[in-house]
């Protein structure tokens, strides 16, 4: 079974930039979705992006197009977030997780990281 495990997150001030990871162990198979969720406190786990292993092809939440990038390696196992322009909203626990479905649903996904704090203060 292929486990993820996602860091870089931190504390950072608004307009700030930070770059997560998510590395996993275990064969990904070309079919697969690789997505980041987010979930803040008192609030369900939300859609951030999403990326096609095999194609690259992405997609966003609204809440973060321009500003946020993913992007992959497949020969790493790796798959990154670059989250450009931070905003206090964007303070939540970032997860990674794995699917086989092109889905903003996080239903679709069977694998998750631990995930990641990310803190962004005004």
């Known amino acids: 079974q292929v486990q993820l495990a996602e860091s870089g997150g931190g504390s950072v001030q608004s307009g700030a930039s930070l770059r997560l990871s998510c590395t996993a162990s275990g064969r990904i198979y070309s079919s697969a979705v690789m997505a980041w969720f987010r979930q803040s406190p008192g609030k369900e786990r939300e859609f951030v992006a999403l990326i096609r292993w095999h194609s690259g092809t992405m997609l966003y939440a609204d809440s973060v197009k321009g500003r946020f990038t993913i992007s992959k390696n497949n020969a790493e196992n790796t798959v990154w977030l670059q989250m450009n322009s931070l905003k206090p909203e964007d303070t939540a626990v970032y997860y990674c997780?794995?699917?086989?479905?092109?889905?903003?649903?996080?239903?679709?996904?069977?694998?998750w990281g631990q995930g990641t704090q990310v803190s962004v203060a005004s």
């Open positions: 997780a794995r699917g086989s479905h092109y889905s903003s649903n996080r239903a679709e996904y069977v694998n």
